[in-house]
């Protein structure tokens, strides 16, 4: 099996996979379109569905007398700038200050930085926390708290910022919800301070979900099949230390509700390069479970929450809760250590084993290098180092065939059009001149999982995400503005077809579309990501060379033997 043939195996494998993930998007099951709205702040209609259990005491809803006492505060550090509702606390709107929505240009130095949490309608995802109770009042994520300045910021110097809430009832019950926000974090502490002032004992349960519209399809077929944001994974996902991470797509909220006890695990809502996850304590036993609010409408909400213990407070105590909000970008290497699990986010699906060490080794050639293209070069060499010897077998057996091709013609030509004669005699000829046409199969079953876990790595990474390369490149999740490195690929692999010998037994017309196919993919590659394209380039051409080296050390060993 030679260079080209084996290219195309992974061409056409990489293809069909695209196609099928494309295919799902337009034709698979969907989940209810969304409308958009023409007011950019508005709030959909908080269903009471979207309360865990039933409050004894009715809270403020969106449309009643008491709606004009809420505002909106901004809590900002060096890397989040958060937006809360005093309504219930409610986290509406975050934006990561260091991952610009766009790549920077000269006409746009400085792009609006990338909103995660959104209350306008058309992206509506919001981050929900509160208290219920059975017996008597509690603030749940309706109830209007107080907040004592309109804008936090962390200061110069300082490595913490603390921003409290506060709701209070007639009864005397008193709930302080406090945001603890550090430097260069996106982990966002959440405590509920429940001070009981009333005559009885105040009991119930805290609660942290997420609620979010599924996002709206409106790309072309092409653009689903191209971009690589249309084929990651969308919808709710959840840990538990036993069955690891679960996730949900969107469509299959209706069909497969989730309702689960699990202690030490979290629940999020993932979508390309970024996530949102609420992580209760890990000691705690939580009730896990989803649900769809309005599912008939235009404009159905998706939701996933953890529920708490039972709390308990007696008259004259108190009792505080706490659990933590990530709100940020799939940092591989890092977020396990701020939840056990956390970096499985990062959706790999069964690649995961082969995928989480190639992007281990490419961030620490990064650390080497500096630049991302770089070491997506170095791994390439890295990885073609470890298989040489092996692709070496196939190279080998290529240059033998080359040398073998006028005779296997001069059998052609003898044997017409019957195979089994010409298969026969192409047999003995291999066995004669201890030629093994099957070699370079292994090559290709081994090399075949690193391919596609590569191929994982590079669509799944943030790190990669507007990230320069060299000259004309400035970013390599982008495709390449002037098609120089699809060009570049198909020159590569026009000279590897030159090299390899043609497959016997073939006729001219199969022989032109393996010629034509580089081409093709060339101009698929126009609408690819560079840092993908930068991976073919690199592989074809270091194999190109070891295919040229090989191919002289057996004409010279054949010569030497003459």
Not at 220 to 234: M, R, T, V
Request: aromatic share 10%; proline share 7%.
């Amino acid at each position: 099996m030679n260079q080209t043939r084996t290219f195309l195996i992974f061409a056409l494998l990489a293809v069909a996979y695209l196609l099928f993930s494309a295919w799902e998007k337009d034709y698979g099951p969907q989940p209810p379109a969304t409308v958009a709205s023409s007011s950019s702040a508005a709030t959909p209609a908080i269903a009471d569905a979207s309360v865990p259990g039933s409050a004894g005491a009715p809270a403020a809803v969106p449309g009643t007398a008491n709606e004009a006492s809420a505002q909106l505060i901004t809590l900002a550090t060096d890397v989040l700038r958060l937006t809360v509702d005093t309504r219930g606390g409610t986290v509406v709107r975050s934006e990561l200050l260091n991952y610009p929505s766009a790549p920077r240009t000269k006409k746009d130095p400085d792009p609006a930085p990338v909103r995660l949490l959104d209350d306008d309608r058309a992206q509506y995802f919001v981050a929900q926390s509160g208290l219920v109770s059975n017996q008597g009042a509690a603030p749940d994520h309706r109830a209007v708290f107080q907040a004592a300045q309109g804008s936090y910021a962390l200061a110069q110097g300082q490595d913490e910022l603390k921003v409290d809430l506060t709701w209070q009832d007639a009864s005397g019950l008193k709930v302080t919800k406090s945001y603890v926000l550090k430097r260069g974090s996106y982990v966002v502490a959440v405590e509920q301070k429940i001070e009981n002032g009333g005559a009885g004992a105040w009991q119930g349960n805290a609660y942290e979900q997420l609620q979010r519209v599924a996002p709206a399809q409106q790309k072309s077929w092409w653009q689903n099949f191209s971009d690589p944001a249309s084929h990651s994974f969308y919808g709710a996902a959840w840990y538990s230390p036993d069955e690891k991470m679960s996730t949900l797509p969107f469509a299959d909220f209706a069909k497969k509700p989730l309702n689960h006890a699990i202690t030490g695990g979290w629940a999020s809502m993932l979508q390309h390069y970024f996530f949102v996850a609420w992580i209760p304590q890990a000691q705690e036993a939580d009730t896990y479970s989803t649900s769809v609010i309005n599912p008939d409408t235009a404009q159905p909400i998706y939701l996933i929450r953890a529920v708490g213990p039972s709390l308990s407070v007696a008259p004259g105590q108190s009792l505080t809760t706490a659990s933590r909000l990530y709100i940020g970008p799939k940092l591989q290497g890092t977020l396990d250590q701020v939840a056990p699990g956390l970096d499985l986010t990062t959706n790999y699906g069964w690649l995961t084993v082969v995928a989480q060490p190639l992007h281990w080794l490419l961030s620490q050639l990064h650390a080497i290098s500096g630049n991302w293209g770089v070491a997506i070069i170095l791994l390439v060499l890295l990885l073609k180092a470890v298989l040489w010897k092996l692709t070496a077998a196939q190279f080998r057996s290529g240059a033998k065939m080359r040398k073998l091709q006028p005779r296997i013609n001069a059998l052609k030509e003898r044997y017409g059009d019957d195979k089994m004669k010409m298969q026969q005699a192409m047999m003995e000829l291999y066995k004669k001149e201890k030629v093994n046409p099957m070699s370079g199969c292994l090559p290709v079953l081994v090399t075949m999982p690193v391919f596609f876990g590569l191929y994982r790595v590079l669509m799944e990474s943030v790190e990669l995400r507007h990230s320069p390369f060299f000259g004309w490149i400035h970013d390599l999740s982008a495709p390449d503005p002037f098609f120089v490195l699809p060009v570049l690929y198909v020159l590569v692999m026009l000279a590897t077809q030159w090299l390899s010998p043609s497959a016997a037994g073939m006729d001219p017309a199969q022989q032109k579309m393996m010629k034509v196919m580089p081409v093709l993919f060339g101009v698929m590659f126009f609408f690819f990501p560079a840092g993908l394209v930068l991976y073919w380039v690199v592989n074809g051409a270091t194999s190109l060379v070891q295919q040229w080296l090989i191919t002289r050390s057996v004409e010279r060993a054949d010569a030497k033997a003459a």
